[in-house]
């Protein structure tokens, strides 16, 4: 008997033009995923340094039009301003998905949607069951451990020097794009305080204009900025965070290409265009610079360290990160494979998604963020989230590098086949091979 088709595996291969656009983000990722962990060992170094009052000066340092709601400190501008490049890419990635990628199959859709979902509601589950009799205000850090940080566990990737099959890294940018979208939506949600309808209202005015001049195929750098910046005031104006305007622009963005835009774009969706023009922006300097400013905790020795990890808080977040997030993916994966009773996936194995779902359990920038929304930033238990954030994230990144070390060989045998091309037609026969799914 042959192998099952792959459309009905829960990891399908996909299709070769999948593989490529999936392989560039990666790429593309994982250079930012250095500058992350680069970023977060100086801003570490920095305040637990002699000179650490002037990494605490700087970031606290004010400026800006007070008019505007925008006379912020250094701080508040890279979680505010940056982050909202950050998840401006991340929207164009999710629309692109939903519109033309491994989302507008509900088959396949299905595995990753479902594996975001649980792998945020079982670690939010966790923490809210540790902290539930904490008392105070320990209640609002319960989205903490549900993010993923994608560059973070592709720098590790990097660091261990194992290369996932196309169908676990495919399964695992998917996942952080679903994750993200679920996080900005937590956001926007939980954490907005004395919402102001009216800014609110009027930031629909440039977004509008912004959605007709995208659709027209205007090009123009300055304008369609300008527009961006003006969303993006007046959303932050309105009481909720101002990274909401970025996942709010990135959907106004068409994902394939027309007849008016078509000829600009070389043949390209506009959406994939213009991530393709800020991704590094995002990932080489936006999240770096955040991390700079967020991630800086000063231990207080031993003494110090020892007294924040026994705070409930933290407790809930290294709980949730390493062990819900495990539970929440790999049990998702798993029930659906029961239920529809399809392979897992081309020579893949359940110890594949065990790992896969450890290296989920990073959740560096966007736990950070919420970190500060929920306790506020330089308050005693946000201090106490950073060094949670760091230690449960280092821990899932700790487990997750053992169990895919383990398969390594696997996973370069994988990476042989899926290289051989024997009729010399640009295209690896492993894509050729029936319905690639």
């Known amino acids: 008997m042959g192998k099952p088709p792959r459309r009905s595996a829960l990891l399908p291969l996909g299709s070769w033009p999948e593989s490529q656009r999936v392989a560039d983000i990666l790429r593309s990722e994982t250079a930012g995923g250095a500058l992350l962990l680069l970023a977060t060992v100086v801003a570490m170094l920095w305040s637990n340094s002699p000179w650490a009052g002037q990494y605490s000066g700087l970031r606290d340092a004010s400026f800006g039009a007070s008019a505007l709601h925008l006379h912020l400190s250094v701080g508040e501008w890279a979680a505010d301003g940056l982050l909202a490049i950050f998840f401006f890419v991340a929207g164009l990635e999710l629309k692109r998905e939903f519109v033309a990628g491994g989302l507008r199959d509900p088959r396949r859709a299905a595995v990753p949607i479902s594996a975001a979902v649980a792998g945020m509601v079982v670690p939010a589950v966790l923490y809210l069951g ?17 993010a993923t940080d994608i560059a973070f566990a592709l720098a590790v ?23 993200d979208l679920l996080a900005i939506t937590i956001i926007a949600i939980f954490y907005t305080s004395d919402l102001q309808v009216g800014a609110l209202g009027l930031a629909l005015l440039p977004l509008g204009a912004f959605w007709l001049l995208i659709r027209r195929g205007v090009r123009s750098g300055w304008l369609l900025v300008s527009l961006a910046a003006a969303v993006w005031a007046l959303v932050h104006a309105s009481g909720v965070h101002a990274t ?3 996942v709010l622009l990135a959907f106004t963005v068409p994902v394939l290409a027309t007849r008016k835009n078509s000829e600009l774009a070389g043949g390209t969706g506009p959406a994939e265009r213009i991530e393709h023009m800020w991704r590094p922006v995002s990932a080489g300097f936006a999240v770096p610079v955040f991390a700079l400013f967020s991630a800086g905790v000063n231990l207080g020795g031993a003494a110090g ?3 924040a990890l026994t705070d409930p808080v933290a407790v809930g977040v290294i709980v949730g990160l390493v062990v819900g997030k495990v539970i929440g993916i790999t049990g998702a994966t798993w029930g659906l494979g029961k239920i529809t009773h399809a392979p897992l996936g081309r020579d893949l194995s359940w110890i594949d998604v065990l790992g896969l779902s450890m290296l989920a359990g990073i959740g560096f920038t966007v736990s950070l ?3 500060e929304l929920a306790f506020g930033a330089g308050s005693t238990r946000d201090e106490h989230v950073k060094v949670a954030v760091l230690a449960g994230s280092l821990a899932a990144a700790a487990l997750a590098a053992i169990v895919l070390r383990m398969r390594n060989r696997t996973y370069r045998r994988i990476a042989e086949q899926e290289s051989i091309d024997s009729d010399a037609d640009g295209i690896p026969d492993v894509y050729q091979e029936g319905d690639p799914g």
């Open 244 to 246: 909401v305007a970025g």
């Open 157 to 179: 990737l990097a660091v261990i020097s194992t290369h996932l099959p196309t169908a676990l890294r495919t399964f695992l940018l998917t996942l952080a794009v679903v994750d």
């Open 369 to 371: 963020l919420i970190g």
């Open 305 to 307: 360290v020892a007294n």
């Open 130 to 146: 540790i902290n539930w009799s904490a008392g105070g205000d320990a209640l609002r850090g319960w989205a903490i451990p549900t």
